[in-house]
């Protein structure tokens, strides 16, 4: 049983700094992507980042490129997502997801229904 669990969330002021993590159980990180989403009031959970377990390649929403920074403890089975310059419209529950399939790639790395396992979630607050 793969369980997703996230930590990390809190309030923030613009321009302040967070760091999620993602803590993968049952399930070694090796050869899937991680992803993570968010997804705001009254919109759509959109695609934020991912990772490749095996070649370690990453890919961001236009939204947070440059911002946002997310990369992997291999021994840990731990993804984080190091966010920076917060900004308000960066406030959102932001959920971490793994695809262990290998349905995730190139121009699917942000679409939810490629994603087997998701994680609860965690409250981000940017004010």
């Known amino acids: 049983h793969v369980q997703l669990v996230e930590s990390g969330g809190g309030l923030v002021q613009p321009g302040g700094s967070l760091r999620l993590s993602c803590a993968v159980h049952?399930?070694?990180?090796?050869?899937?992507?991680m992803g993570w989403f968010r997804q705001a009031p009254g919109r759509e959970r959109e695609g934020v980042a991912q990772?490749?377990?095996?070649?370690?390649?990453?890919t961001y929403a236009d939204s947070v490129a440059g911002r946002f920074t997310i990369s992997q403890d291999k021994t840990k089975d731990t993804v984080y997502l190091q966010m920076n310059s917060l900004k308000s419209e960066d406030s959102a529950v932001y959920y971490c997801?793994?695809?262990?399939?290998?349905?995730?790639?190139?121009?699917?790395?942000?679409?939810?229904?490629?994603?087997?396992?998701w994680g609860q979630g965690t409250q981000v607050t940017v004010s």
């Open positions: 997801a793994a695809d262990t399939y290998g349905l995730a790639y190139g121009g699917n790395w942000n679409r939810q229904s490629k994603y087997n396992y």
């Open positions: 990772i490749s377990r095996a070649r370690g390649t990453t």
């Open positions: 049952g399930y070694t990180l090796s050869g899937i992507c």
